[in-house]
């Protein structure tokens, strides 16, 4: 199967949907798919409920999304410093379900999985147990979570071969390898393909199996959240 699509447009081509489930990969502006997402924004698709650490910041990554209204829920386990998904909140415009940072990532790992659920401590007496079921084990309460499975992942890596097997650099794994495993369908931009065989397979994060197209996004224009620099010691 030829898994590379020249761009993000023709590699989402027939996947989107309104009203469908993204798992999307990345933290912050840290290792975001942010080809694929420019293309989901110009499709126009709508009422979208993504699976995402936080929603980029304002005007950039999923934060675009959230601009021009095509999200009507997140999943997330931060709003962090993005004003318009605060805003959007607080109006009522979106609904967001809050789910603390390693349950998320579990979640998301466990759909991968085929485990439709799982039992944990985390959110324990707190507003996260609303609603859940608890359970007692050893003594100790724990609540049920459910895994997410979503319509379509999209992911950024570093760098694959022809075949899809895929390696993320460094922080830039965080979210994008439990969020590749959690859907029907994966797509990835990378920053580069190279031939089968040249990747180390010890070194693979993600077996091609689970990545069913890709784009080349290079090159990329690194984006800084908060730039923090000294102040000039005088002469």
């Known amino acids: ?19 469908m489930t993204i798992c999307a990969g990345g ?21 979208l409920t993504i699976a995402s650490n936080n929603a980029g910041i304002d005007n950039e990554g999923l934060g675009k999304l959230l601009r021009s209204r095509q999200v009507k829920k997140m999943i997330s386990s931060y709003v962090g410093e993005n004003k318009e998904f605060e805003r959007q909140y607080l109006s009522g415009e979106l609904e ?30 707190t507003k ?41 650099r460094k922080t830039a794994r965080n979210f994008n390898q439990p969020m590749a495993t959690a859907s029907n369908i994966c797509v990835a931009e990378v920053e580069e393909v190279v031939p089968v065989g040249s990747l180390d ?22 984006k800084i959240e908060f730039r923090t620099v000294r102040e000039r010691e005088a002469a």
């Open 1 to 19: 199967m030829k898994k590379l699509y020249p761009n993000a447009e023709a590699a989402l081509d027939g996947l989107l949907f309104d009203g």
């Open 27 to 47: 933290f912050g502006l840290c290792g975001i798919p942010e080809r694929l997402i420019d293309a989901i924004q110009a499709s126009g698709v709508k009422d």
């Open 96 to 125: 967001v379900e809050f789910c603390p940072q390693g349950t998320l990532a579990e979640r998301c790992r466990a759909g991968g999985a085929g485990i439709p659920g799982f039992y944990t401590k985390t959110g324990v007496g």
């Open 128 to 168: 996260v147990a609303e609603g859940k079921e608890v359970k007692v084990f050893d003594g100790q309460e724990y609540i049920l979570e459910r895994g997410i499975r979503a319509d379509l992942s999209i992911v950024k890596g570093w760098k694959a071969d022809a075949a899809g097997n895929l390696i993320f």
């Open 201 to 222: 397979p010890d070194c693979v994060h993600i077996p091609g199996i689970y990545v069913k197209r890709m784009i080349v996004g290079a090159p990329y224009d690194k």
